[in-house]
């Protein structure tokens, strides 16, 4: 944007306020309110008099002043309604310290909605990411990442002269996805003083095309879905450690579970730390070792499961976990109303199929004893 464009948009640049104004004529006077105020003007609600052409001045107070101003004005648009008329004034100030008044009453409302705005967007809801295939099309400044997102607004890391109230608009690249994602916004707030001469931002997004907004709400709900399948994980390592009945160290109940799993057919959900992916598998069975007096089979750690793609998933969708070695997977299912949840390591691609070692520790939600059922009298 060119100075001459920031001039005027400075210039034109309007804040809400409803307040009497006064209108004085050769004669008389009459009241009016304001509906919004700029630094060049005013736009107000009054019903004028039929000799309106022959007002000179306009009085009204700021609430962030004690101060009155009294200006002259000219009329630069009428419209007439029902009850009143919508009139935009143009000042033509006597002196500096009238406009100087009016321009810190807008910067201190701007100031006030940009941190009402700031403190809206930090309780929105957002995803946790990193996005680093990002372009602004300003060229003075660089992102280096998007931090975190929400349908209202993200957090981005920069570097550059960036300031609240900006506009940006931004291309981003999603994971798994390769096309750019168009963004736009305007900065609601800068923290200085990163890493390496980076500073972050916090941005509330404009509207954007269905397409863009859809494809990104996408993305957070996958997001999230990834985020609550390892938090779940977590909340049960951090608080079930030691002997509990939601912890299942049996090699034996967790290959029945296993193996009921895959007798009927349920669908096993699985999350790669390497692709953050979340990808539903069905389970083939558990591959108990052949020897079974082999040193791990007792503890099963030699042991492996097998999982097909579900539906008409890709039948490469897990090379990513596969591409540099071993990863750590997270495994969740459902079964009788309880929620299984482990995670294991050693993962491998074999046709499109994933084999995962055998957990040693497996979670359950809470569900009453009395209605388990033990799967390894069925067999």
Do not use: W
Not at 124 to 137: N, S, Y
Not at 317 to 333: P, Q, W
């Amino acid at each position: 944007m060119s100075s001459k464009e920031e001039r005027e948009k400075r210039k034109h640049a309007r804040v809400s306020h409803s307040g009497t104004v006064e209108f004085i004529t050769d004669e008389r006077r009459f009241q009016g309110r304001s509906v919004n105020v700029s630094r060049s003007g005013m736009q107000v609600e009054v019903r004028l008099p039929d000799s309106f052409e022959s007002v000179r001045r306009v009085t009204f107070t700021l609430p962030t002043s004690d101060t009155a101003i009294s200006v002259p004005f000219r009329f630069v648009r009428t419209d007439s309604g029902e009850r009143a008329d919508v009139v935009g004034l143009e000042f033509d100030f006597e002196d500096e310290t009238q406009r100087l008044l009016i321009e810190q009453f807008i910067r201190d409302m701007k100031q006030r909605a940009d941190d009402e705005a700031a403190a809206e967007m930090r309780r929105v809801p957002r995803t946790e990411c990193t996005l680093t295939d990002v372009t602004c099309t300003r060229a003075d400044i660089t992102i280096v990442s998007i931090d975190n997102v929400s349908t209202e607004g993200l957090l981005l890391t920069f570097e550059g002269p960036l300031a609240p109230g900006d506009d940006l608009e931004l291309r981003a690249v999603l994971p798994d996805d390769g096309r750019a994602l168009k963004l736009s916004g305007r900065v609601v707030y800068v923290i200085g003083g990163g890493m390496a001469g980076s500073s972050v931002a916090g941005v509330r997004l404009h509207p954007g095309s269905e397409v863009f907004e859809a494809r990104l709400r996408n993305f957070i709900s996958e997001r999230r879905s990834t985020d609550a399948l390892r938090d779940v994980y977590a909340g049960f390592a951090d608080t079930q450690n030691g002997t509990s009945e939601y912890r299942i160290e049996s090699v034996q109940e967790i290959r029945d579970l296993l193996t009921e799993a895959a007798r009927r057919n349920i669908t096993i959900n699985t999350l790669s730390e390497r692709s953050l992916k979340l990808l539903e598998y069905k389970l083939v069975t558990p591959d108990a070792p052949e020897h079974s007096d082999a040193p791990d089979a007792a503890d099963g750690s030699d042991e492996r499961l097998v999982l097909r793609p579900a539906g008409e998933a890709d039948s490469s969708a897990g090379s990513d976990l596969a591409a540099a070695g071993a990863d750590t997977v997270y495994v969740a299912f459902a079964l009788d109303g309880g929620s299984y949840v482990f995670r294991t390591t050693g993962t491998e691609v074999e046709s499109g199929h994933l084999s995962l070692r055998l957990p040693q520790v497996m979670y359950r939600s809470e569900k009453r004893s009395s209605e388990r059922q033990d799967f390894a009298g069925d067999r």
